[in-house]
């Protein structure tokens, strides 16, 4: 028996070590959470046994359990690298289209040849999909889908509306030329902006403004506009007239604004039927130069990948050269009621088994699943310090076993020599 009870104790050992050295053998892996060796006596006992002399039977692992504390975060350079602080789980997928689920800590992530986010080892990051504000449409695990950056900001936006903002010169002269776009002399004034067609296609919207007349009660010009080199004026080459009074405030077109026709001098495929209005926000004449005080338009072509950012709400937002930002979905997280119970699969990895329960799908910065934080990864929970303390102790009790097994095989043998 007492053969027994020290190798059990020498398993027992092994086992410390061998939990102590993959804790510390993990020190530096990311998301890695340390493990604990639990054990227990093993004693048998019978009915006709006396208990108050009965000697136990030895020890017996009970358990190794995970340890799920936090790890400290570091600061990285990729706005990829994900940390949780928090009790949630990243969730991830073995293919893009799979509803098979695993679960890390490890945020480590990356894009593929085809634009997903994924972890080293090419699992894919799933995000559950969102409205235009940022909320997401569902809080499922079937829901979630693989998150995919696209490399463009993808249909681009006709221009429907240029918004101008101007000062025409009280003092100028009254122009009583024949307007003529490529003379300027027939011409007051003049400024220009950009506008997209239905394809992305850049076009130069420009202004021509002529004083024509001026009397004691109010002041006239006539304002041209042009796309690309030809007239886009509702009023055609005679233009659309202006009327200020006294005090330099537009009382003539009310609404301030002119539409243009259809543009239909586009040749490069595009719509011809798309239309742009030119509104004035504000125009006035006042005794002072000619001034641009605002021009936009809210149109927009196709822009090229320049910056993803994702918030602490997990929200994962795409931003393109051409000053779009689009909304990629929402990082999604789950949490267990039992994380001690879940199965390693390896690769800091986890799947849910009957003893942690199903997984519970969770919205970043709510409850306990913890918020995110990007450009940041978590360190092992791993105490080195506590660990090297632990090796010393297994390595004693490791000792002190193989001692009383030697001791035990001496005692045996000085018995097997009486004669």
Do not use: C
Request: charged residues 10%; without cysteine.
């Amino acid at each position: 028996m007492s053969f027994n009870i020290s190798l059990s104790g020498l398993n027992a050992a092994q086992k410390d070590l061998d939990v102590t050295g993959n804790n510390i053998a993990n020190a530096s892996s990311i998301g890695f959470k340390k493990s604990r060796a639990e054990f227990e006596d093993v004693f048998s006992n019978s009915v006709f046994a006396n208990t108050k002399t009965q000697v136990g039977s030895g020890v017996n692992t009970a358990a190794v359990s995970q340890q799920f504390a936090q790890g400290a975060l570091q600061s990285t350079s990729n706005s990829l690298d994900l940390a949780i602080k928090g009790d949630g789980f990243f969730v991830l997928s073995p293919t893009s289209t799979s509803l098979e689920r695993t679960y890390t800590r490890a945020g480590a992530m990356q894009v593929n040849d085809a634009g997903y986010v994924t972890n080293a080892n090419g699992d894919y990051l799933q995000v559950y999909q969102v409205n235009s504000d940022g909320t997401p449409k569902a809080v499922s695990l079937d829901s979630t889908t693989a998150l995919q950056i696209p490399t463009v900001a993808g249909q681009p936006k006709p221009t429907t509306t240029v918004t101008a903002g101007l000062n025409l010169p009280a003092g100028a002269s009254v122009n009583a030329s024949v307007f003529n776009p490529a003379d300027s002399s027939t011409y007051t004034s003049s400024t220009s902006a950009v506008l997209y067609d239905s394809l992305g296609q850049s076009h130069t919207m420009t202004q021509y403004y002529v004083k024509t007349a001026t009397s004691a009660t109010d002041s006239t010009w006539v304002a041209h506009v042009y796309v690309d080199g030809t007239v886009a004026d509702t009023a055609g080459a005679a233009g659309t007239t202006l009327k200020f009074d006294t005090t330099g405030t537009l009382t003539s077109p009310n609404p301030a604004t002119i539409t243009t026709v259809p543009l239909t001098m586009l040749t490069n495929g595009a719509d011809q039927t798309q239309t742009v209005t030119l509104k004035f926000n504000p125009v006035t004449q006042y005794a002072s130069s000619f001034q641009v005080t605002s021009m936009s338009q809210d149109g927009a072509t196709v822009g090229q990948l320049t910056n993803v950012s994702i918030g602490s709400d997990g929200v994962v937002a795409a931003t393109y050269s051409n000053g779009t930002t689009t909304k990629l979905g929402m990082v999604a997280l789950a949490k267990f009621s039992n994380p001690q119970g879940l199965t390693q699969i390896g690769d800091t990895s986890w799947k849910e088994s009957q003893d942690s329960g199903s997984a519970t799908p969770g919205i970043p910065n709510t409850g306990t699943y913890g918020s995110i934080n990007s450009s940041a990864l978590e360190s092992s929970n791993t105490d080195l310090s506590a660990e090297l303390v632990n090796l010393i102790a297994a390595q004693r009790n490791y000792q002190a076993n193989s001692r009383a097994l030697e001791v035990n095989s001496t005692l045996q043998d000085n018995i097997l020599q009486i004669r």
